[in-house]
């Protein structure tokens, strides 16, 4: 008789821009877009830290409609706009072990 192995659950994804103030995330990914233009915000984004495993939140947002976002990520804070921060995947919560600042 086999004994089937647990099957670890896929975390769940949101996009950055979706995320509320406040709340730690962690980076899953980078969109890529099709375009010259979305692979080299991509490529920005990624550089300048955005990548898997990274703890973010955001710390403001802007009024009317949440723009800009002031997005911490480690021990800096960028300003993205709304469309920058929703090419980046993040699951809700900090891994174990994950520093933030």
Same mark, same amino acid.
């Given at each position: 008789?086999?004994?089937?192995? =647990? @099957?670890?659950?896929? =975390?769940? !994804?949101?996009?950055? $821009?979706?995320? =509320?103030?406040?709340?730690?995330?962690?980076?899953? $990914? @980078?969109?890529? !877009?099709?375009?010259?233009?979305?692979?080299?915000? #991509?490529?920005?984004?990624?550089?300048? *830290? &955005? /990548? +898997? *495993?990274?703890?973010?939140?955001?710390?403001? !947002?802007?009024?009317?409609?949440?723009? +800009?976002? #002031? /997005?911490?990520? %480690?021990?800096?804070? &960028?300003?993205?706009?709304?469309?920058?921060?929703?090419?980046?995947? @993040?699951? +809700?919560? @900090?891994?174990?072990?994950?520093?933030? %600042?």
């Amino acid at each position: 008789m086999t004994i089937p192995l =647990p @099957v670890a659950a896929a =975390p769940v !994804s949101i996009r950055l $821009d979706e995320l =509320p103030n406040h709340q730690w995330a962690t980076v899953l $990914d @980078v969109a890529r !877009s099709a375009d010259a233009e979305g692979q080299e915000l #991509a490529l920005r984004l990624t550089e300048i *830290g &955005f /990548v +898997p *495993g990274e703890a973010v939140r955001i710390v403001a !947002s802007g009024l009317p409609g949440r723009e +800009p976002l #002031a /997005v911490r990520l %480690g021990h800096t804070t &960028f300003a993205l706009r709304r469309h920058e921060a929703a090419l980046i995947h @993040v699951a +809700p919560g @900090v891994p174990e072990g994950a520093s933030h %600042g």
